[in-house]
């Protein structure tokens, strides 16, 4: 057996303070908010705070982590000459501006923050001490490296939605390893009417489903750790909690990166820097459709996985796509529990335009508007279509094949038939079929002659139960979770990490892998977070 207190200890040797990391800038093919620079004369904290419509290349705004709730309740004098001024000299003493240090630190102390959890194999050569829940809960910066929010626009909901951008989303630092973004840092030039604040409820989910997603052999991006800042209060459907999640990927750019761009000099910096983080080569006469193409193929194994998996994401607007094609945007996504292909996870979705059958046509429409973004530079576009179909087909098949333990997946159609018509549970079944066959058909005499095809192609019962998980993230386990760390209680969090990172070990009778109660069967999660 492994002694996991001594690998722990092994980690946090070889791993850094976090002010020890070599930090890497941004790209500087990627061109800066001039608005949001420091090194102006006249530059205004209120230009991070405030929304505004970019113009020209830009491809991100520099702008510092601000956790607290909006609209911010300044307490202005009674007797005031300069109320604008008052208001600049509030938002800067409560940004990181002070040196402490390698760190920056906001003049008037921060919020308290609690760390709630940590995943240090996302970062393995981060050391997570008290410094670092600073950096990572948004309560103080790098001093050498001036943080950002990226800009981007998309089509929600099929609908064309002009610029979004990171909204509540903030990049603190990007090292060998990887960017790390913190989510829920307060607002940023792209937040719009929002508070740019997250709050336990999605925190909780992205950082767990993540984490089951990566041990799931399914492209997404890491959760490394959530803190907690119990003192800031954010306003959804009920007053919640904020909380800043810190998440890690090569790159968080996306197929709405390169809608933002308006002009050809920024499309093309964006389609530069995006090739060379797929490997290809900017110098080939062909580079722009490769870039399509590799991407295209990455989004497609991705997206095979969530289908055979049962992953549904709820929102792929195509600013949630990755160029990289990781999972990425974790909202109101769901694990299927009974198999129903027309499943909306999404209650916003009202005409079920994301539902689990169509996810595979969303992810190619929005590699359809990487295609036409990227127009201007490709004179003879690629067999986009058949080239993504054909990836698809195969991911799709080989990794039902390994769901099955056989050397194809093409008795997988028919064994969904009749999960659809027996409304069995999707993991459920397919771990009974590793585990014990007879049993389940016993119980489900539907089964019995598509079992008897099965077991004549040759099993693999040893392969199978590698890869069908004892536990899945269902939603009566988010739900209790998210209640217990709302009451102050992370040990139940702490074990359904530990679950999630090792969703097909054997776990016992632990009713957290059950299905859990009927009600919660089938339920929808709403897009506020």
Known sequence: MYDVTRMRSSLRTMASKICALRLIPPDGRLLPDPVCLRTKEDFAP????????????????HVRPLVASFPYAIDFPEEMQDKAGYIETWLSQREPTIRRGALLVPEKEPYKRVLLATSSSALPSLDIDDEAVQVLGGAATLAEFEPYAARYSGHQFGVWAGQLGDGRAITVMRTEEGEVQLKGAGRTPYSRSADGLAVTRSSVREFLCSELMNALGIPTTRALSIVGVPDVTVLRERIERACVVARVAPSFLRIGSFQAQTDVDGLRRVAEVSAELLGIDIKAPDWESQLVLECAARNARMVAGWQVWGFMHGVINTDNVSILGLTIDYGPFAIMDVYDPLHI?????????????????NILYALQALLTSLSPLIPSPPDLDS??????????????????????GALGSGLLLIMQDQALDFHTTFYRLAHDADALVAEVGALKEWVAKWRKEGVDYDAMKRVNPKFVLRQWVLEQVIKDVEEGNTEMLAQVLAMSQDPCRDWGDTALCGIGDQSMLGFQCSCSS
Do not use: T
């Open 46 to 61: 209120s230009s991070q705070r405030r929304s505004r419509l970019m113009g020209g290349s830009v491809h991100y705004s």
């Open 345 to 361: 996870c999404n209650h916003s979705d009202d005409g079920g335009r994301y539902a689990y059958r169509s996810q595979p046509a």
């Open 387 to 408: 080239h993504f179909n054909s990836i698809y087909n195969e991911e799709y098949d080989r990794l039902m094949s390994l769901r099955l333990g056989m050397k194809d």
